[in-house]
């Protein structure tokens, strides 16, 4: 591999610099993403022609010195592949023709095929790997189990998810046993991202830290580790290494740490230093760049690049990347001030003395 800094940095190895992928990489922000989406004709569409998702994935590593690829998909296939009927209405974000609102409707459900009703996904995969001829690493990807089912019950998007957060509190051993059938698909999901050609796996659980402590811990955090435990166990996927990132969760990063995985995602809520101190040297720590940085000017992102370098240090284990996801008015010259700032200031802070 040309570059394998991100990889070496998830095995907290040293690095020549600190590397640096961003969340929503391939994303609105990019005339040319829109372009392509609009070849494809609407979202899904885009998402499942493989050559197409291809293209959309490259596109930003075509503009910026970035050190990783992300797989180019959505967190909803697998609900979409149970029969759920994904679709997305203008403005208004994901929406189920066909959400779960009764015991039958996830009695139904089966862990889905991903050679099968996800086969597109798959090839996608195996599409890019096969176009980065080793440029950087491929990440392939799934939604936590909770995230998932918190559109799966309630339907469509929401700041809050009530319909799902009553089925906790109402039907709890029906929450689980969704949860537990989504656990088992995004387990299998990842090791056939992995079988395809994705060199690390990262699971987004986007939606946990709206639950609660003690939720979290048995409606979250329980399945995340199943997931992972898994996956290491699986000797196909026990090297793939595996970054789990639970927005709005630090205050369970030690929880999150022992779960065996190998990289954890932070929010911009939490210094960089703090997290390392609550997870200790031997995971990696991903993030944290605030996203609404990128609105301010080159200079005011470079000096934020900094102060998230200096917060972590020049130890080892060290992934740049934003808290969340770039948003569509980003300006694209602003991401790439961002991530020549991230090579330089951190090349010169490992620099020999």
Not at 87 to 111: M, N, Q, T, W, Y
Not at 190 to 219: C, I, K, N
Not at 296 to 325: D, K, M
């Amino acid at each position: 591999m040309s570059n394998d800094r991100f990889l070496r940095a998830l095995r907290c190895e040293p690095v020549d610099c600190t590397p640096v992928w961003l969340m929503r990489q391939a994303g609105r922000y990019l005339p040319e993403y829109r372009a392509t989406r609009a070849q494809a004709g609407n979202f899904m569409a885009l998402c499942m022609n493989p050559d197409l998702a291809c293209e959309v994935t490259l596109q930003p590593l075509r503009r910026f010195a970035l050190d990783a690829a992300i797989l180019f998909s959505d967190i909803l296939t697998i609900p979409d592949a149970m029969g759920l009927g994904l679709h997305f209405a203008e403005g208004e974000g994901p929406k189920f023709r066909a959400p779960l609102r009764s015991a039958a409707d996830i009695e139904r459900l089966g862990v889905p095929d991903p050679e099968g009703e996800l086969r597109y996904v798959m090839d996608a995969v195996r599409t890019i790997r096969r176009e980065l001829d080793g440029r950087v690493p491929l990440i392939g990807f799934s939604g936590s189990p909770w995230t998932l089912a918190c559109y799966m019950v309630q339907g469509e998007g929401s700041s809050n998810f009530p319909l799902a957060k009553a089925m906790l509190w109402n039907e709890p051993a029906l929450m689980h046993r969704l949860l537990d059938t989504l656990a088992r698909s995004v387990a299998s999901y990842l090791s056939a991202q992995a079988a395809a050609g994705a060199q690390a796996l990262m699971v987004f659980d986007t939606w946990g830290g709206m639950l609660a402590p003690a939720q979290y811990r048995e409606f979250s955090l329980h399945y995340l580790a199943q997931i992972t435990s898994a996956l290491k166990e699986n000797a196909a996927t026990r090297d793939v290494p595996l970054i789990l990132f639970s927005k709005g969760a630090n205050g369970h990063l030690p929880a999150l740490a022992a779960t065996g995985c190998n990289g954890l995602g932070v929010d911009w809520t939490i210094d960089l230093s703090s997290a390392r101190t609550l997870v200790g040297p031997h995971v990696a720590l991903q993030g944290n760049l605030d996203p609404a940085a990128l609105h301010a000017s080159p200079e005011a992102i470079r000096r934020e690049v900094g102060r998230v370098l200096a917060s972590h240090g020049n130890a080892p284990g060290h992934v740049f990347n934003l808290g969340h996801g770039i948003t569509p008015d980003v300006k694209p010259e602003h991401v790439g001030a961002l991530v020549d700032a991230v090579h330089e200031l951190s090349r010169r802070e490992q620099a020999p003395r």
